[in-house]
């Protein structure tokens, strides 16, 4: 894994992903009102629960391998617990530990 200098954390996200693969119960919405999870595709969106559908403990839009490469699929309309994730912050550093990533 590569330490990115242009990051704040200095962690390179897009090698990374161990947030969006650590904990089916971090993916929550929380600030979403309707039309914004409407935004998020349904194959992507677990009603009955409030969050992103989830795949085990890995969020089922994010695509690629933890550690090494990953995208979110569906990025721009992610919610917001996602866009508050910052590299190297608390969270972020229990899920690098999780998967056996640097911290």
């Known amino acids: 894994m ?5 990051d704040p954390g200095g962690f390179a996200c897009q090698e ?7 904990s089916a119960e971090w993916p929550r919405f929380s600030t979403e009102d309707d039309a914004d999870i409407a935004r998020i595709p349904a194959a992507y969106v677990d009603d ?6 989830c795949e085990g403990e890995r969020c089922s ?5 933890v550690g090494e490469r990953v995208a979110c699929k569906v990025y721009a309309v992610r919610p917001e617990v996602c866009r508050t994730c910052e590299p190297g912050d608390p969270e972020c ?3 690098r530990r999780h998967h056996g990533l640097p911290v």
């Open 2 to 6: 590569t330490r990115d200098p242009a």
């Open 16 to 22: 990374c992903g161990a947030c969006c693969a650590y």
């Open 48 to 53: 009955p629960a409030g969050r992103m559908r």
């Open 61 to 65: 839009a994010l695509e690629g391998r």
């Open 93 to 95: 550093l229990i899920a």
